[in-house]
């Protein structure tokens, strides 16, 4: 059987394609037997002897067609023999469906440029090459952009992999792939890059597994419980509710008690005379009109009462004061037992060890100043990574808490006019922004959907890291314009990022799920196009700690059963 490509009585006006002295003397692959709006069928052949070639045809890979004065690049998406039997002897015909990804135009000069989409389709029995490495290296250029390295193409290690951390983080980022793939180690890498080429960038990073702390010794502050200053007073009242009701049985009426509590401990901590004028005012006022006492004596600069509510000190004392003044009354708004109840909450919260980072330093301060300054590095001192360990938190917390910092991102970036820059990373996203609307916690969901809806004009960008795409709020996926999707074998989780990609390049998820190790598809607006790449390998003092654990398991001593029984209570 004679094959196409063979056929010297086939006459093509097509010029042949030049190549480099670094190429093989031999780049035609195959000729154009079909071809769509937007994907080609290729015929081409294979021996025994040149199946295993190191440049063979593989999915995945990337080909070029030739037209004269330009040459389309395509992908390989699908592979197919057309006789069922194989031949030892003789070339054996194939099938190779590709995916137009765009052309390589080349100017009158000489001059030579990429660029997506394709303005003339290849006729039938156009000819098919091995890609040029320029004409790779041209795809994957970002132009006029800068861009940083942060691995290299997997079809050409030679051929670093760019991304463009302006617009990576102006229109936000996501980073997905199943537990494994290299993730953590991936988000180091873009996080040190990132703060490399953007000196005002700080990044907070929600951390819910406590393994960044070793990925940026040089780079990061640590906080955890013990280091954790998040008085009570900074909560608003979703916040607080989250965590003083969450897990625990609660009475009809205690949410609204707190709520009036509140906004009385705030009038009175206001108030001159530590309160005595509310406390004889208490028949009254407080009975009638209770929330009034929370929003009085506005500073001149607070524009709505949710910004006063969040940034107004109040003393626990106070608030227990009022309960019992609420108890004493002869005439009562709420059931004695609810009031009881509520102050039995308070009071266990505030003996509870581990909410000390709420309690424990709570009137130490008068101003969220310090705290902003201790959260986002202000000043950096040469760390402007804040490696924010959730891990050691009460887990009746741990929405709240994020639910705080995010909202504080967005209002110091906003109040900074965008003189701070400020990147939220959100590692497993899935909890905090879930898919099903009635899961999560709904302040959260908003700050975090705040930022990725409003954040850029103001200086707040957001990165989100999840596992599980597929359970994860797609109005914040969508947001995000650059996403590097990993290995992923769930196949809603691959059905996301395929609704995710431009259809130019929809056949690359195909292979999504046998990807390798540190290996991802990039996509978006912070790459030039579509670009299968592997991440580059971190030193080991570098790793997250998830990644650093492995090797040296075998000879970590184990801890004993005290040490063990310590750290479980602390």
Known sequence: MQLPLKNAAFQTDVLPD????????????????????????????????????????????????????????????????????WSESEENPIQVEVEFLGEVLESADGRMRFQSGISTFPPIGAIAHRIRSGDLALVHDLGDRSGVEIGHVTQDASIPATVSVQDMLSRHFALVGTTGVGKSSAVALLLRRAVSVRPR???????????????????????????????????????????????????????????????????????????QELARDLGSSLLKRPL???????????????????????????????????????????????????????????????YRFMFGRANMYETVAPILAQVFRIPMHGRPITAFQLGGLPGEVVNAVASVLSRLAFDLASASQGAYEILVLCEEAHRYVPSDTALGFAPTRQALARIAKEGRKYGAYLGIVTQRPGELDPTILSQCSTVFAMRLANERDQQIIRSAISDASASTINFLSSIGNREAIAFGEGVATTMRMRFAELKPHELPAMGARGGDVAGRLEPTLDDMVRRMRA
């Open 292 to 354: 009034d006492l929370g929003v009085s004596r506005q500073p001149a600069d607070a524009t709505q009462a949710g910004t006063v509510d969040a940034s107004t000190p109040y003393r626990l004392k106070d608030a227990f004061a009022v309960i019992d003044e609420m108890i004493g009354l002869h005439e009562l708004r709420w059931p004695r037992h609810a009031l009881r109840s509520l102050k039995v909450r308070l009071e266990s919260l505030h003996a509870d060890p581990r």
């Open 201 to 275: 960038l700080r990044v907070l990073i929600l951390d819910p597994h406590n393994e960044y702390s070793s990925a940026f010794p040089d780079l990061a502050l640590t906080i955890d419980g013990d280091s954790l200053d998040l008085p009570f007073w900074m909560f608003r009242q979703e916040e607080l509710a989250e965590v003083v009701f969450r897990g625990r049985a609660v009475l009809d009426d205690e949410p609204d008690i707190l709520r009036e509590v509140v906004a009385a401990a705030r009038a009175r901590y206001r108030m001159p005379g530590n309160g």
């Open 18 to 85: 030049r190549r480099e002295a670094s190429q093989p003397p031999e780049r035609a692959l195959g000729r154009v037997i079909a071809c769509d709006g937007s994907r080609a069928t290729i015929l081409s052949a294979v021996s025994t002897g040149n199946w295993l070639a190191g440049d063979a045809w593989t999915i995945g890979r990337m080909v070029s067609i030739n037209l004269g004065s330009s040459r389309i690049v395509a992908l390989v998406y699908k592979l197919h023999a057309v006789e069922p039997a």
